[in-house]
Protein backbone atom coordinates (compact mmCIF):
# COMPACT_ATOMS: atom_id res chain seq x y z
CA UNK A 1 0.00 0.00 0.00
CA UNK A 2 1.32 3.29 -0.35
CA UNK A 3 0.23 6.77 1.30
CA UNK A 4 0.40 10.25 -0.72
CA UNK A 5 0.58 13.60 1.09
CA UNK A 6 0.83 16.66 -1.28
CA UNK A 7 2.55 20.10 -0.93
CA UNK A 8 3.43 23.00 -2.46
CA UNK A 9 0.32 24.34 -3.29
CA UNK A 10 -0.94 28.35 -2.53
CA UNK A 11 -2.53 31.54 -3.80
CA UNK A 12 -0.26 32.98 -6.94
CA UNK A 13 -0.78 35.43 -9.96
CA UNK A 14 -1.74 34.93 -12.97
CA UNK A 15 1.75 34.38 -15.20
CA UNK A 16 3.41 32.99 -11.99
CA UNK A 17 4.22 29.33 -10.93
CA UNK A 18 4.12 26.92 -8.57
CA UNK A 19 5.89 23.10 -7.66
CA UNK A 20 3.92 20.71 -6.44
CA UNK A 21 5.38 17.66 -4.33
CA UNK A 22 3.90 14.28 -3.25
CA UNK A 23 5.59 12.36 -1.08
CA UNK A 24 4.96 8.61 -0.95
CA UNK A 25 5.71 6.30 1.84
CA UNK A 26 6.97 2.81 1.53
CA UNK A 27 9.95 0.84 -0.38
CA UNK A 28 7.89 0.27 -3.15
CA UNK A 29 7.54 3.73 -5.41
CA UNK A 30 9.36 2.47 -8.10
CA UNK A 31 6.93 -0.28 -8.58
CA UNK A 32 4.32 2.20 -9.15
CA UNK A 33 3.47 4.96 -11.62
CA UNK A 34 2.46 8.70 -10.42
CA UNK A 35 -0.36 10.64 -12.01
CA UNK A 36 -0.98 14.28 -11.52
CA UNK A 37 -5.11 14.96 -11.55
CA UNK A 38 -6.94 17.95 -10.68
CA UNK A 39 -10.88 19.23 -9.99
CA UNK A 40 -13.06 22.42 -9.69
CA UNK A 41 -15.65 22.76 -7.97
CA UNK A 42 -18.44 21.06 -9.88
CA UNK A 43 -16.04 19.69 -12.29
CA UNK A 44 -15.07 15.95 -12.91
CA UNK A 45 -11.63 15.08 -11.72
CA UNK A 46 -9.29 15.32 -14.61
CA UNK A 47 -5.65 13.72 -15.48
CA UNK A 48 -2.79 16.28 -15.95
CA UNK A 49 0.28 14.27 -16.44
CA UNK A 50 1.60 10.70 -15.63
CA UNK A 51 5.19 9.54 -15.12
CA UNK A 52 6.27 6.14 -15.68
CA UNK A 53 8.34 4.42 -13.14
CA UNK A 54 11.96 5.41 -14.14
CA UNK A 55 10.82 8.92 -15.04
CA UNK A 56 11.32 8.01 -18.90
CA UNK A 57 8.16 8.14 -19.81
CA UNK A 58 5.52 10.95 -19.61
CA UNK A 59 2.01 11.84 -20.79
CA UNK A 60 0.36 15.59 -20.81
CA UNK A 61 -3.18 16.66 -21.08
CA UNK A 62 -3.37 19.40 -24.35
CA UNK A 63 -5.26 21.54 -21.43
CA UNK A 64 -1.38 21.82 -19.49
CA UNK A 65 1.63 20.56 -22.61
CA UNK A 66 4.05 23.15 -22.73
CA UNK A 67 3.04 24.93 -18.99
CA UNK A 68 3.27 21.77 -16.74
CA UNK A 69 6.11 19.11 -15.97
CA UNK A 70 6.03 16.35 -14.54
CA UNK A 71 9.32 14.40 -12.30
CA UNK A 72 9.98 12.17 -9.86
CA UNK A 73 12.81 11.76 -7.76
CA UNK A 74 12.86 7.52 -6.97
CA UNK A 75 15.51 8.08 -3.98
CA UNK A 76 13.02 10.81 -2.58
CA UNK A 77 9.76 8.81 -3.06
CA UNK A 78 8.55 11.84 -4.46
CA UNK A 79 6.97 13.53 -7.81
CA UNK A 80 6.72 16.72 -8.39
CA UNK A 81 4.33 19.15 -11.20
CA UNK A 82 5.82 22.67 -11.85
CA UNK A 83 3.37 24.54 -12.62
CA UNK A 84 4.62 27.51 -14.90
CA UNK A 85 2.31 30.10 -16.65
CA UNK A 86 -0.94 29.66 -14.49
CA UNK A 87 -4.24 30.69 -15.72
CA UNK A 88 -6.90 31.68 -13.41
CA UNK A 89 -8.44 28.70 -14.59
CA UNK A 90 -5.96 26.03 -13.33
CA UNK A 91 -7.20 27.16 -9.91
CA UNK A 92 -8.46 23.67 -8.57
CA UNK A 93 -7.84 21.09 -5.72
CA UNK A 94 -4.78 18.88 -7.72
CA UNK A 95 -4.29 15.93 -6.48
CA UNK A 96 -1.22 12.96 -6.81
CA UNK A 97 -2.07 9.43 -7.42
CA UNK A 98 -0.46 5.62 -7.72
CA UNK A 99 -0.83 3.27 -10.47
CA UNK A 100 0.59 -0.07 -9.63
CA UNK A 101 2.53 -1.55 -12.38
CA UNK A 102 4.74 1.67 -13.08
CA UNK A 103 3.90 2.33 -16.70
CA UNK A 104 2.48 5.39 -17.82
CA UNK A 105 -1.68 5.13 -18.17
CA UNK A 106 -4.59 7.52 -18.34
CA UNK A 107 -7.03 5.07 -17.43
CA UNK A 108 -8.59 6.66 -14.08
CA UNK A 109 -9.66 3.02 -12.45
CA UNK A 110 -5.54 2.32 -12.81
CA UNK A 111 -4.88 4.62 -10.10
CA UNK A 112 -5.69 3.18 -6.51
CA UNK A 113 -4.03 5.01 -4.23
CA UNK A 114 -4.65 8.66 -3.82
CA UNK A 115 -3.67 12.30 -1.78
CA UNK A 116 -5.50 14.34 -0.15
CA UNK A 117 -5.29 17.12 -2.56
CA UNK A 118 -3.70 20.79 -2.12
CA UNK A 119 -5.36 23.48 -3.11
CA UNK A 120 -4.05 25.92 -5.81
CA UNK A 121 -5.99 29.59 -6.79
CA UNK A 122 -5.16 32.00 -9.54
CA UNK A 123 -5.60 35.37 -9.08
CA UNK A 124 -6.45 37.75 -11.97
Known amino acids: QVQLVESGGGLVQAGGSLRLSCAASGRTFISYAMGWFRQAPGEERKLLAT????????YYADSVKGRFTIARDNAKNTVYLQLDSLKPEDTAVYYC?????????????????WGQGTQVTVSS
Open 51 to 58: INWSGGST
Open 97 to 113: AAAFGGVVTTALYEYKY
